[in-house]
């Protein structure tokens, strides 16, 4: 007979915390609390598992983040942890709670996200909005759920007919527009008003100056990508020549940058893009001033200027371009730090750049995929809907 008595919760949120700690390069520090109180011992387990699996360090996070999500509406809908596998049921419950339809909310209170669900989960901060999700939020869950059912060795019924029959029907019902991640582009006239607003001497501007132009300049990397970059990934190239057509003329600095693994690539690929000219400058002279030999690149400087340790999250990424668009005198809620991704894009559309030379820097996988990034109020320039005139 086991004599032991259960440890206090106290006890277990701290084991867990602890055992987080080993994914900091990979969890917000911020959310580390959060997750040790909603996470199991066995969500950690599978966390630190997946990390030593070598998944990619972004869908690690998204994983982490998804699966928080899904925990605190399991206490909050049921009042239980995620059971493994989940039923079916549960399944199409998660499926009602996020997708329904407004009209049929006014006129059945029942319809939807049960209001006390939505209470709890706000209080968290999980939940930001009042109607139902995005069905691509949906899918992605839904998705994180079957990857980690399977990753625990079990076999979910996320194929099952009922379920897909749901989500068919209720993203039908819950028809809404596609929001763009960011409204506005930050196309080179955009960047070039953002870098002006940093054009001052402190450290904090010199290195929001190389964030920001290194960023747009490597082909509009995500602010993940922004925020895990090191040192260690830079390799540096011979310099290549102003023109391209007179080798033996002048010549540019030029910076090669390893990606690794990220959303489009694999860790074992070579893929890598670009940096030529003035962004080379800028970013090394924030290596300089910041004295950063090694390790994160970008990272927190405090009120009084002092370079902190630890790399910037991709949310500082985000907070960083809003600040310096609204110091610009741009409207901060028209952009974010994806508009410099889709800016990157249209910029090359506007000097004629052939879509394939720029998804090399971009490592979009698709033209479709990179196409979609296009400003639509860049197609007004385009010829294709001047047939007539």
Same mark, same amino acid.
């Given at each position: 007979?086991?004599?032991? /008595?259960?440890? #206090?919760?106290?006890?277990?949120?701290?084991? +867990?915390?602890?055992?987080? &700690?080993?994914?900091?390069?990979?969890?917000?520090?911020?959310?580390?609390?959060?997750?040790?109180?909603?996470?199991?011992?066995?969500?950690?387990?599978?966390?630190?598992?997946?990390?030593?699996?070598?998944?990619?360090?972004?869908?690690?996070?998204? /994983?982490?983040? &998804?699966?928080?999500?899904?925990?605190?509406? $399991?206490?909050?809908? =049921?009042?239980?942890?995620?059971?493994?596998?989940?039923?079916?049921?549960?399944?199409?419950?998660?499926?009602?709670?996020?997708?329904?339809?407004?009209?049929?909310?006014? =006129?059945?209170?029942?319809? @939807?996200?049960?209001?006390?669900?939505?209470?709890?989960?706000?209080?968290?901060?999980?939940?930001?909005?009042?109607?139902?999700?995005?069905?691509?939020?949906?899918?992605?869950?839904?998705?994180?759920?079957?990857?980690? =059912?399977?990753?625990?060795?079990?076999?979910?019924?996320?194929?099952?007919?009922?379920?897909?029959?749901?989500?068919?029907?209720?993203?039908?019902? $819950?028809?809404?527009?596609?929001?763009?991640? $960011?409204?506005?582009?930050?196309?080179?006239?955009?960047?070039?008003?953002?870098?002006?607003?940093?054009?001052?001497?402190?450290?904090?501007?010199?290195?929001?100056?190389?964030?920001?132009?290194?960023?747009?300049?490597?082909?509009?990397? +995500?602010?993940?990508?922004?925020?895990?970059?090191?040192?260690?990934?830079?390799?540096?190239?011979?310099?290549?020549?102003?023109?391209?057509?007179?080798?033996?003329?002048?010549?540019?600095?030029?910076?090669?940058?390893?990606?690794?693994?990220?959303?489009? %690539?694999?860790?074992? @690929? &070579?893929?890598?893009?670009?940096?030529?000219?003035?962004?080379?400058?800028?970013?090394?002279?924030?290596?300089?001033?910041?004295?950063?030999?090694?390790?994160?690149?970008? +990272?927190?400087?405090?009120?009084?200027?002092?370079?902190?340790?630890?790399?910037? %999250? #991709?949310?500082?990424?985000?907070?960083?371009?809003?600040?310096?668009?609204?110091?610009? @005198? /741009?409207?901060?809620?028209?952009?974010?730090?994806?508009?410099?991704?889709?800016?990157? /894009? %249209?910029? %090359?559309?506007?000097? @004629?750049?052939?879509?394939?030379?720029?998804?090399?820097?971009?490592?979009?996988?698709?033209?479709?995929?990179?196409?979609?990034?296009?400003? &639509?109020?860049?197609?007004?320039?385009?010829?294709?809907?001047?047939?007539?005139?």
């Amino acid at each position: 007979m086991d004599l032991r /008595l259960p440890k #206090p919760a106290s006890d277990q949120k701290l084991r +867990r915390a602890e055992a987080l &700690d080993a994914l900091e390069s990979v969890l917000p520090f911020d959310r580390r609390d959060f997750l040790a109180e909603i996470l199991t011992d066995d969500d950690v387990a599978t966390l630190r598992h997946l990390a030593k699996e070598g998944i990619g360090e972004n869908s690690l996070r998204a /994983l982490a983040s &998804d699966l928080g999500y899904l925990e605190a509406w $399991s206490l909050a809908a =049921t009042g239980f942890s995620l059971p493994w596998p989940a039923p079916e049921a549960l399944l199409i419950k998660f499926v009602a709670h996020h997708l329904w339809d407004f009209s049929k909310r006014e =006129t059945d209170p029942a319809h @939807g996200m049960p209001a006390e669900v939505a209470i709890t989960l706000k209080a968290e901060g999980l939940l930001r909005i009042d109607g139902p999700h995005a069905p691509a939020t949906v899918r992605r869950r839904l998705s994180s759920w079957s990857t980690l =059912t399977g990753w625990r060795g079990l076999k979910g019924t996320f194929s099952a007919p009922g379920l897909r029959s749901a989500i068919k029907l209720a993203v039908r019902a $819950s028809a809404r527009p596609r929001a763009k991640k $960011s409204k506005k582009a930050v196309t080179a006239d955009v960047l070039a008003a953002l870098l002006k607003a940093c054009a001052g001497d402190r450290l904090v501007d010199v290195r929001d100056r190389a964030l920001l132009i290194t960023a747009f300049a490597s082909g509009g990397r +995500r602010r993940s990508e922004v925020s895990s970059l090191r040192v260690e990934q830079f390799v540096e190239e011979e310099p290549v020549p102003v023109d391209p057509k007179d080798p033996e003329g002048p010549k540019l600095p030029c910076l090669k940058i390893r990606l690794g693994r990220t959303k489009t %690539t694999q860790a074992d @690929g &070579d893929a890598f893009v670009l940096l030529v000219g003035r962004p080379v400058l800028v970013l090394k002279d924030w290596l300089e001033r910041a004295g950063i030999t090694e390790g994160a690149v970008f +990272r927190g400087i405090d009120r009084w200027g002092n370079l902190e340790k630890r790399a910037l %999250t #991709p949310q500082a990424v985000n907070l960083i371009l809003k600040r310096r668009v609204a110091e610009a @005198g /741009l409207d901060p809620q028209a952009f974010s730090a994806h508009g410099l991704r889709s800016g990157y /894009l %249209t910029e %090359t559309a506007r000097r @004629g750049i052939p879509l394939p030379e720029a998804m090399q820097q971009s490592q979009h996988r698709s033209v479709q995929q990179a196409s979609n990034y296009y400003n &639509d109020a860049e197609r007004t320039l385009g010829r294709a809907a001047r047939i007539i005139v």
